[in-house]
């Protein structure tokens, strides 16, 4: 199907945004704290056309679904509570927005961990602010996007993701302090590429443990009497919690940590060994890690060629991130896969992306 198939008409203007990939900074955002993403080569891309009623419409091309309804006020499930969400955002900010059409087709994977909800987000709002020609910067949109997810799509999410999708390039890092918002744009560790692996477990943020982490850190950070558990920057501190909520605080003071070693300048060893203890300290402390996970990791930090890995994304199911060796990443997913279904799992190549159709 096309956006003319659907709606009867071309579409006036269209824009496009990436998913990402997060090589460690894994639940800092909403403490304030430290991330290192980086776009990767899926991206989802927005149509837009002026609506012939007073009705909004959306179809999806990935869910083959269409969503209509007659005013903002009628918030829908789904990917259309994104749209909405984006839409309603910009009225709250004072931006007329007329009725629209809005054709919606990703190659950003689903539940994997991979920011497909962020991406629909930014890309929405991008062909929004080509459509009315609005005043908004690219840190504006991840901003309007982060509250869109948040109010409309249920998930108290940091503003990383958002970020990520708005800013990031694959070809590097994106050094970004979410409290403050300054960034910068790092290399790659010196001959590493990425290399990301679906676990095949699917998850959503609304319906897992998310909302609760956020919580616990939240309840953490007011027992320590701080701002946000981003003040705390030695892991001693939280020793005096009760669990579980020392756990949570360890995790974000210890991962905070690591992020700000590799500002500093790390080799592909180094950073590899950052990525394994963020893992454990996911899986150990964070509690967001499941068995699938954890062996697929297990696999990718003894193979050789790999510097380390971990999950990525906010956890309870999809995707693992590991850093490995310039051009051998193609060997190195065939035997990671053949590992991970003798272990009795499927699994899928997500980056590089030529690897999309290989599956064991």
């Not at 694959?170 to 290399?195: C, Q, S, W, Y």
């Amino acid at each position: 199907m096309h956006f003319q198939q659907v709606f009867g008409k071309p579409p006036e203007t269209q824009a496009s945004a990436p998913g990402r990939v997060n090589l460690l900074g894994e639940h800092t955002d909403y403490n304030d704290g430290f991330v290192l993403p980086t776009a990767i080569p899926q991206s989802t891309t927005v149509q837009l056309g002026l609506s012939s009623d007073r009705h909004h419409h959306f179809y999806s091309e990935n869910l083959n679904e269409q969503v209509s309804i007659l005013d903002i006020n009628h918030s829908p499930s789904g990917f259309a509570s994104y749209i909405f969400g984006c839409i309603e955002i910009l009225q709250k900010a004072g931006y007329i927005t007329p009725s629209l059409c809005v054709y919606v087709k990703s190659s950003v994977p689903m539940g994997s961990g991979l920011s497909s909800s962020a991406a629909l987000e930014v890309a929405t709002l991008r062909a929004v602010r080509q459509l009315l020609n609005l005043p908004i910067d690219d840190v504006e949109i991840a901003q309007f996007a982060q509250q869109a997810e948040i109010h409309y799509a249920g998930v108290q999410c940091g503003i990383m993701d958002q970020m990520a999708s708005s800013l990031a390039d694959t070809e590097h890092i994106l050094f970004l302090d979410t409290r403050t918002l300054e960034r910068r744009v790092m290399p790659l560790p010196e001959k590493a590429e990425i290399l990301v692996i679906d676990s095949s477990v699917p998850r959503t943020l609304a319906s897992s443990g998310y909302n609760q982490r956020r919580a616990e850190c939240e309840e953490a950070a007011r027992s320590l009497g701080v701002k946000a558990l981003r003040d705390i920057t030695e892991a001693e501190v939280t020793e005096k919690l009760p669990e579980p909520l020392r756990q949570r605080a360890r995790h974000v003071v210890t991962e905070n940590n690591r992020v700000l070693e590799v500002l500093q300048g790390v080799s592909s060893e180094r950073f590899g060994e950052l990525m394994n203890a963020s893992h454990a300290s996911l899986r150990d402390d964070y509690e967001v890690s499941v068995p699938a996970l954890d062996t697929l990791v297990d696999i990718l930090q003894k193979t050789e060629g790999v510097y380390g890995a971990r999950l990525t994304g906010a956890g309870f199911g999809g995707a693992s991130v590991a850093l490995v060796k310039s051009g051998q990443s193609k060997d190195i997913a065939t035997h990671i896969l053949e590992q991970y279904k003798q272990a009795g799992y499927n699994g899928e190549i997500l980056v590089p992306s030529l690897e999309l159709s290989d599956a064991a």
